[in-house]
């Protein structure tokens, strides 16, 4: 008689095979849903569209995404949330400033691995005014999560409204960066833009009289 009891490896190699599966299946939707934003609008393509475009029921679509919004900027977030576990792994040591420079460049690094594929969802979001906020506030609602991990983790910081400051301005250098980089007809390197914005950034803070009220 044949054992069919399961080993734990079994089970997670078909796990593996099921997630395989299931990034296959957002994959496809991700490239037809994009197509059909670009070619028509976003407003005017449908779930249905999506869905017959792949084939599936809506129903079946929405065992993946559960929106149009979130096949178009759900990368972003998951980018986004990739630089926050970097940040929890970094030394407890390092500064406010080091620590958010060393992440912004991490998540720089992944936006640029991606370009073609943010640069289209960038062109998508920017000519949908009711995702064009949509697309921005992404970026600014993980200050917050960023804020707690260097409060929570960094040794130095101590004064959460310093870092909430400091995270917001980071952010600000970050996001005026990718349009840049995204508008620029040649594929430039956001690493080096990004420390551009940030080491002007860091020189406007060192001369005295900057910040200072009078």
């Given at each position: 008689?044949?054992?069919?009891t ?20 957002q ?5 037809a ?41 759900g ?32 998540l ?13 969802r ?18 600014m ?20 409204n ?9 952010m ?36 005295p ?6």
């Open positions: 008689m044949k054992d069919t399961s080993s734990p490896l079994d089970e997670s190699q078909q796990m593996s095979l099921r997630e395989r599966k299931k990034r296959l299946a994959t496809t939707i991700e490239e849903a994009l197509r059909l934003f670009q070619q028509q609008g976003y407003e005017q393509t449908s779930i249905q569209d999506i869905a017959d475009a792949v084939m599936m029921s809506p129903r079946t679509f929405f065992r993946y995404f559960a929106s149009k919004e979130e096949v178009l900027l990368p972003m977030r998951t980018v986004l949330s990739d630089g926050i576990r970097s940040l929890q792994r970094m030394a407890s040591t390092e500064s406010p400033q080091v620590a958010l420079r060393a992440i912004l460049e991490f720089a690094s992944r936006y640029q691995q991606q370009r073609a594929s943010f640069l289209l960038y062109q998508v979001a920017v000519q949908t005014p009711s995702i064009a906020s949509i697309y921005i506030y992404v970026l609602e993980i200050e917050p999560a960023i804020c707690d991990a260097l409060c929570s983790h960094l040794e130095t910081a101590t004064n959460r310093t870092i909430r400051f400091l995270v917001a301005v980071y600000a250098a970050f996001r005026v960066a990718i349009e840049e980089w995204l508008e620029q007809e040649t594929q430039g390197v956001l690493v080096s833009l990004l420390r551009e914005y940030l080491d002007s950034f860091a020189s406007l803070s060192d001369t009289s900057t910040f200072k009220t009078p």
